[in-house]
């Protein structure tokens, strides 16, 4: 979870409306599963189809995630806490946005 944490760090912003649409579950699997965000700075995640996901940031770390609801969630071992989003879409651009306005936003990886 502070691996993802450590993204919203590096992305601030304020999420404006524009052209980003709000994900349902449904969407969210058809939008991670597969495949590859780039966070900039050499920064990385991927999102297997077996639900787990790899981020990377100088060095791996292999979590386990789902979706819940019409939420994106994700554990990190050594935690067995879930920590969920909202997922919004604008293109090639993936933007998460947890219950305190904070957010992250990848680009998919070519």
């Known amino acids: 979870m502070r691996r993802f944490a450590l993204i919203f760090a590096l992305w601030p912003g304020v999420l404006v409306a524009g052209d980003f649409q709000k994900l349902s579950g449904e969407e969210i699997l058809t939008a991670l599963a597969g495949k590859k965000l780039e966070y900039g700075a050499g920064v990385w995640q ?40 909202d997922v919004w879409r604008n293109g090639e651009t993936i933007r998460f946005v947890d219950d305190a306005g904070g957010q992250t936003v990848g680009v998919y990886a070519k």
Not at 60 to 78: E, K, M
């Open 46 to 85: 991927t999102f297997e189809a077996s639900m787990t996901t790899q981020y990377f940031s100088g060095g791996p770390s292999v979590g386990r995630w789902a979706v819940r609801g019409d939420q994106y969630c994700s554990t990190w071992p050594p935690a067995d806490l879930w920590a969920c989003y």
